[in-house]
């Protein structure tokens, strides 16, 4: 079965630094999201991307965020300069070729900023 | 606006029923249902859109009532695999979706 996978699966980086998050979603998916969960809380948007541009994003996802889909499989969530409080799990997910289709959610990525 | 998810936390034994609650204070268009395990990520459920179409696994079942901005999901004769922490989201499409707090289930033998 088609899934979307994530990589790296931790990153641990120094406070300032930039990371960057990727994923491939599953291949004929057009929609694709990023959220994040900070440990122990609710699963919280980050933006949503679709026919090669961002479709909405909320107010977590400031200047220091951005999206990038370099080619027709990789998605990528950039934090350019990342805080002690961006530390959270990074969940990737890709819905399918109709609105309001279920989203199917990758692994995660855990960010660690020290 | 997130949803409003009832009850906070659930303790059932093996068998028994449950009905997790998710309320909205803005008109809805669809409401989605997700389950996630500690360390995991959230597993799709259950899809419920304005209209009455629904798509998700048969041995889910949940309710939508546009008119009151409401869902619910039922879960009967749980297991200990139904354990984790369900989330009700709002939105989709191209917005994304907006989930509510979620609530515990915890099954016990």
């Known amino acids: 079965e088609p899934e979307v996978t994530q990589t790296p699966s931790h990153q641990v980086t120094q406070m300032g630094q930039e990371v960057i998050l990727r994923c491939v979603p599953i291949s004929n998916h057009l929609y694709f999201y990023w959220y994040r969960q900070i440990l122990g809380q609710k699963v919280e948007f980050l933006v949503s991307?679709?026919?090669?541009?961002?479709?909405?994003k909320s107010e977590i996802f400031d200047d220091q965020f951005s999206v990038e889909r370099p080619d027709g499989s990789n998605f990528t969530l950039k934090i350019r300069s990342t805080k002690l409080e961006d530390s959270a799990m990074y969940f990737c997910?890709?819905?399918?070729?109709?609105?309001?289709?279920?989203?199917?959610f990758g692994p995660g990525t855990r960010l660690t900023v020290l | 606006q997130q949803p409003v998810q009832s009850p906070q936390a659930v303790i059932l034994r093996e068998g028994e029923d449950a009905v997790i609650n998710c309320s909205s204070s803005?008109?809805?268009?669809?409401v989605h249902w997700y389950r996630q395990k500690h360390g995991e990520a959230p597993v799709f459920l259950m899809i419920l859109l304005k209209g009455g179409e629904q798509k998700g696994h048969d041995k889910i079942s949940a309710s939508f009532n546009e008119k009151k901005q409401q869902s619910s999901l039922y879960l009967t004769a749980s297991q200990l695999s139904y354990s984790g922490t369900y989330f009700c989201g709002t939105g989709g499409g191209a917005d994304g979706l907006t989930f509510g707090k979620g609530t515990h289930l915890i099954i016990q033998p």
């Open positions: 803005k008109a809805l268009y669809s």
């Open positions: 997910a890709s819905s399918g070729d109709r609105p309001y289709n279920e989203q199917f």
């Open positions: 991307f679709y026919n090669n541009e961002i479709s909405e």
